[in-house]
């Protein structure tokens, strides 16, 4: 078993930028991909970005060039850069980790964008 957490959210401006990690506790075990996903008031959970281990992404299409998924080597720790953040990035963010049987998920942490 592995625990995740997210931290890095916040309130921010229109146009601005934050910094997402997800790190982790618990037995070592192999990841293949983590990804990060959110869920905005009454919509469902949406993919955001997920990256494998070979360090192959894939990106939501709303998110392509603003937002850039990276992970820490073997360590199951991934990140989160969100650039020329909108209204409409508003959301909570849940990072993701899936090993061999079972995805792991995080609490999630608010990003608010807000003039």
């Known amino acids: 078993q592995i625990q995740l957490v997210e931290s890095g959210g916040g309130v921010i401006q229109p146009g601005g930028s934050l910094n997402l990690s997800c790190t982790s506790t618990?037995?070592?075990?192999?990841?293949?991909?983590m990804g990060w996903w959110r869920q905005a008031p009454g919509k469902e959970r949406e993919s955001v970005a997920q990256?494998?281990?070979?360090?192959?992404?894939q990106y939501a299409d709303s998110v392509k060039g603003r937002f850039t998924i990276s992970r820490a080597g073997a360590k199951i720790a991934a990140y989160l850069q969100m650039n020329s953040l909108k209204p409409e990035d508003t959301a909570v963010y849940y990072c993701s980790a899936t090993g061999r049987s079972q995805t792991y998920w995080g609490p999630g942490t608010q990003v608010t964008v807000s003039s």
């Open positions: 990256i494998t281990a070979a360090g192959s992404t």
């Open positions: 618990g037995v070592f075990q192999r990841i293949n991909t």
